[in-house]
């Protein structure tokens, strides 16, 4: 106990040099496993951008390029699959639920989803319902022709445009804005800002198909109808809902009474005979796909895991520097506690403890310091960087790291430990001046 107090003592009165030390040790700690927990995180948000959804069902073709389309609203899909697939795929046995999906529209870039009133119903995010800033979702038009051209958006829509509830806007046909493809005819009402999800749900809009069928009524050759006929007034009268019969959509989602049941239901859908107008269907386990698409990125993660790492190294070779060159002014220092009756190995001892204290004070910094930045920036990761981040202790991948620079701080410790034990061999009593 009595060289445990010396040591502390030591280092207290080089506090300023090791403090400053210390910091940067908690600075690359905190660099390592920030970088560790956003992108376990991310990974986490991305793989529940369909959560609860147990199938994704559309034209034969590329897993990866429906998942894109369907979720992600990126690509184009080269068909579509017809509608009264839709009705065969809910006879299904064990199939609970459907959401369908239509694309192709826009509004200033952000992509258009024509859905049904199923879809708040049932989607998830992160295991959650969705939940509101303002306003409800659209109402079925079917129930109420006056609710057809309601639209609900996500956060970060609402958040770039402005937007509050009640404003009206106009869609794009396509996705280039340009004065020929705007729905100016049919403006919506808006009556729903969705809460963040972290899924490509907050940049998306949602009508329902309804909605989606009344703004191409009538359109040829991607333009309105008023492109044709220049004296057709834009404010044309909407069509009757009973006549807004969908006949195409770019994707279904499925969900099962049991999940023990996909891949039965994979190979029922996907068995489904075609019809004259329809197309082989292809039904997708979510993540599995979804593990696919992860690996594209993983190249990057994997170069911010060893920036992070190479950081706390380079902090770590600070420490053991910083203490080598002190070590010139401390030969009195270590000559007097000679004369106290320390042997050489007592020395070494003395000097690695003082060197591992200060990392492992600065490592333990580092930790609460991370989740603690991490909690007051969660709110602006997930509005501004979809990033839905999840308090808690350190995952097993950072208890790993946290090991691993432990054990890195003590070898790093026998380097001074070792010159101290050479220098008090060879100076005894006696230190040079």
């Not at 400053?20 to 995180?41: E, N």
């Not at 001892?349 to 991490?374: D, K, R």
């Not at 620079?405 to 790093?412: I, K, P, R, V």
Request: proline share 5%.
């Amino acid at each position: 106990m009595f060289w445990l107090n010396l040591v502390v003592k030591s280092a207290w009165s080089r506090k300023y040099s090791l403090s400053l030390v210390a910091a940067a040790v908690c600075l690359s700690v905190i660099v390592l496993l920030g970088v560790q927990q956003i992108r376990a995180d991310a990974k986490r948000s991305f793989s529940n951008a369909l959560s609860g959804v147990d199938l994704v069902v559309g034209p034969r073709g590329s897993q990866t390029d429906l998942l894109l389309y369907s979720v992600f609203q990126l690509g184009t899909p080269t068909q579509n699959m017809p509608y009264a697939d839709l009705k065969r795929i809910k006879e299904l046995p064990t199939v609970a639920w459907t959401i369908p999906i239509q694309l192709g529209d826009s509004f200033d870039g952000f992509p258009v989803m024509g859905t049904s009133v199923d879809f708040f119903k049932h989607y998830r995010s992160a295991g959650k319902e969705l939940l509101f800033n303002e306003g409800r979702a659209f109402q079925d038009p079917n129930i109420d022709p006056n609710s057809l051209m309601q639209v609900v958006i996500g956060s970060e829509i609402a958040q770039s445009k402005k937007l509050k509830l009640n404003d009206t806007f106009a869609l794009t046909h396509g996705y280039q804005a340009i004065e020929e493809t705007i729905h100016a005819d049919h403006p919506f009402k808006l009556v729903g800002i969705l809460k963040p999800t972290g899924t490509p749900l907050d940049r998306s809009v949602l009508i329902s198909l309804e909605a989606f069928e009344s703004l191409h009524v009538g359109w040829g050759m991607g333009l309105r109808p008023s492109a044709f006929d220049s004296k057709q007034n834009l404010a044309t009268s909407l069509p009757n809902v009973s006549d807004l019969q969908p006949t195409e959509l770019t994707a279904v989602w499925v969900g099962l009474h049991s999940r023990i049941s996909v891949f039965s239901a994979r190979k029922a859908i996907e068995s489904l005979i075609p019809s004259s107008s329809s197309v082989p269907l292809m039904a997708v386990l979510p993540g599995v796909a979804l593990d696919e698409l992860w690996q594209i990125v993983r190249v990057v993660e994997n170069a911010l895991i060893v920036m992070g790492a190479l950081v706390a190294v380079c902090s770590l070779l600070g420490v053991v520097s910083v203490l080598l060159v002190g070590l010139s002014s401390r030969r009195k220092e270590l000559a007097i506690y000679r004369s106290l009756g320390a042997r050489p190995f007592s020395i070494f001892t003395m000097v690695a403890c003082e060197s591992f204290l200060v990392c492992m004070v600065a490592i333990a910094g580092g930790v609460l310091g991370a989740q603690a930045l991490i909690y007051v920036f969660q709110d602006h990761l997930l509005q501004n960087f979809g990033i839905q981040t999840f308090n808690g202790w350190p995952a097993h991948e950072a208890w790993l790291s946290i090991h691993i620079l432990l054990g890195s701080a003590l070898l790093t410790s026998a380097f001074p430990a070792w010159r101290a034990y050479r220098m008090s061999l060879s100076d005894g009593l006696n230190p040079p001046n």
